[in-house]
């Protein structure tokens, strides 16, 4: 179409698809899901719709599969020329977004679907909450209320471990956070054995800021470990109302547990724990995502929009 006027024709770097456009290019995947593998996926969160999975993450998957496929092989070409093997490298995916916004769930969707296919099959998760500086240490530095915040993170530990996956280490250790006791659990690690990718998700994985608490600043961002990263964005509002549901929920379940770090809000009525997680929200999650979030969704590879019900309503592809 021709330009008219005052009308301008703004360059995005990314290519839009509608939740249709984007639907049929399931058609492309050659892979479909059998009974029990749905069974499986729905097993992950039962709040999942399965349709969700077949119309999104299934095309999502096939275009990620693609995209290993073809790093594999110019690694292959580069160590065909060296005129070695060369160690086993991990495909590092990263996964963005707020607080709630379903990270967690997106990246263990994307786990199953990535371990059915034979050039990748094993597929390890690591989530960056390990990586927070555990309670004692945020409290003797004064920023409990920062948790999430980028000066609530060794990010230096984080690029290290990112550095010793990339260079093919046999075992590398993850610490592990535990939402129960809302602190690092440190008699737990996850170990990471040269799996076939890695799929890395948390509020700060595509922060660039050089801040590490007044140690000297590090050159090297954790996205320069990626691959390929997903921003999952949804509207402000739909987050809260999701951050809130959730914290129902675990109100009725997870706080009950004595070992919970909440376990006081587990008496709570349904308004004065609306209340209170309206207040947490406000005042630490919704403040993180203006701040540090938001500002780094550009940066994605892939963005997911999702609208009510967690439904994906459009998906940008980044061209360049
Ligand atoms: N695709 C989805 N469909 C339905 N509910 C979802 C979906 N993704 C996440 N949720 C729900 O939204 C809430 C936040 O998801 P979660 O994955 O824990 O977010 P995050 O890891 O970003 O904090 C949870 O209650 C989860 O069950
Ligand atoms: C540790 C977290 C930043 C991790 O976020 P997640 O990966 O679960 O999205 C978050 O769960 C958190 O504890 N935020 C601080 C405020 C709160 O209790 O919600």
Not at 83 to 102: F, L, R
Not at 166 to 172: D, F, I, M, N
Not at 230 to 250: G, N
């Amino acid at each position: 179409m021709g330009q008219t006027g005052t009308e301008k024709r703004t360059f995005s770097p990314y290519i839009k698809f509608s939740r249709d456009e984007w639907r049929n290019l399931r058609k492309a995947t050659p892979l479909t899901l059998t009974e029990a593998e749905l069974e499986t996926l729905h097993g992950l969160n039962e709040q999942v719709s399965l349709t969700e999975v077949e119309e999104i993450y299934l095309p999502l998957t096939r275009l990620l599969n693609l995209y290993v496929g073809a790093t594999q092989s110019l690694y292959r070409a580069t160590h065909e020329f060296l005129g070695d093997t060369g160690e086993k490298v991990p495909y590092i995916i990263g996964i963005a977004g707020s607080v709630a916004v379903g990270k967690s769930t997106t990246a263990r969707i994307i786990q199953a679907l990535l371990s059915r296919w034979p050039n990748h099959p094993k597929v390890d998760l690591v989530t960056t909450d390990g990586f927070l500086y555990p309670n004692r240490e945020l409290e003797r530095r004064g920023i409990m209320h920062r948790k999430g915040f980028p000066e609530s993170y060794d990010t230096r530990k984080l690029i290290h471990f990112l550095a010793d996956v990339k260079s093919g280490k046999p075992e590398v250790i993850a610490p592990v956070y535990s939402h129960l006791t809302y602190d690092i659990v440190a008699s737990e690690q996850i170990v990471v054995r040269q799996p076939d990718i890695v799929i890395l998700e948390g509020v700060n994985v595509l922060q660039t800021s050089r801040s590490t608490n007044g140690a000297k600043p590090m050159n090297v961002f954790v996205s320069d470990f990626f691959d390929f990263s997903i921003y999952v964005d949804a509207q402000e509002a739909l987050i809260r109302q999701w951050y809130i549901e959730r914290f129902q929920k675990l109100r009725e379940t997870a706080f009950r547990d004595k070992l919970s770090y909440f376990h006081r809000y587990a008496s709570l009525t349904v308004e004065e724990a609306n209340q209170t997680a309206l207040r947490i929200w406000e005042e630490i999650n919704a403040k993180n995502l203006r701040e540090n979030i938001l500002p780094t969704k550009q940066r994605a590879d892939l963005i997911l929009q999702k609208g009510d019900h967690h439904m994906v309503e459009q998906v940008y592809l980044r061209k360049i």
